[in-house]
């Protein structure tokens, strides 16, 4: 090259101003369609611009996202609201069925009462989680969510749906296989360990101390590998 024209195009390019050359573009635009089949009501619209979380429709969202049972709310989580529509763009989905957002204490200890797999510390407790059910492609919704590592992710195909969260990244399954026999491995090891003969039953009991979470904690484990392999 000339060393003439080198000089002047180098020089043309410190001379630029540092935001001409590099200016950063502007984040784009994320909406959501949403429908809660508990309560029969929808959301749809834009929650971020370019400044960021917009405060009206973050509050529309947290309203949407209550606990239907009780009526309570509190502000949601945006990284658990970006996760979600980071999910639904991935699969071009045109909305999504929310099944369980917001939980108060007493909601979820309701819920742990009579389904299986309802952690005591959900996310969902702190509204950083949304389980949620795309018309199509919700296997491919799970895959491209854990691809993300964005938080945690459940898969249970059984019943439809997948669980988001804004927490820790970990996975898990829960698709019901060796479920019947899970649970009667699971009470002959309770009737031998002491524990109280109640404990898988509807009704409430008294918490167990550490020993007996312990204890109970080994025995899931062993009536779940003798539930998969028998």
């Not at 573009?25 to 960021?52: I, K, M, Q």
């Not at 209550?66 to 639904?88: C, N, P, Q």
């Not at 002491?194 to 039953?201: I, V």
């Not at 918490?207 to 539930?227: C, H, N, S, W, Y």
């Amino acid at each position: 090259m000339d060393r003439r024209l080198f000089l002047a195009l180098a020089g043309g390019l410190l001379t630029t101003p540092w935001s001409a050359r590099a200016a950063p573009l502007p984040p784009p635009l994320r909406s959501l369609r949403l429908v809660n089949p508990h309560t029969g009501e929808t959301f749809a619209g834009t929650y971020r611009d370019e400044h960021g979380p917009i405060a009206t429709a973050m509050e529309d969202l947290s309203h949407f996202l209550r606990d239907f049972h009780s009526g309570k709310e509190l502000a949601y989580d945006v990284a658990a609201i970006d996760f979600l529509a980071a999910v639904t763009d991935a699969v071009g989905a045109s909305r999504a069925t929310v099944l369980s957002a917001y939980r108060t204490v007493d909601t979820n200890r309701m819920l742990a009462r009579t389904t299986f797999g309802v952690a005591d510390n959900s996310q969902h407790l702190y509204g950083r989680a949304i389980d949620v059910r795309f018309d199509t492609r919700l296997e491919e919704a799970m895959q491209a969510a854990r691809a993300m590592r964005r938080g945690g992710v459940g898969w249970y195909p059984r019943s439809g749906f997948i669980h988001l969260d804004s927490g820790p990244v970990r996975n898990w399954t829960l698709d019901g296989q060796g479920y019947d026999g899970l649970l009667s491995r699971l009470r002959e090891l309770i009737a031998h360990s002491g524990l109280p003969s109640n404990l898988l039953a509807v009704r409430a009991h008294r918490p167990l101390d550490v020993r007996q979470r312990l204890t109970l904690g080994r025995m899931i484990a062993k009536a779940e590998f003798l539930a998969r392999h028998h």
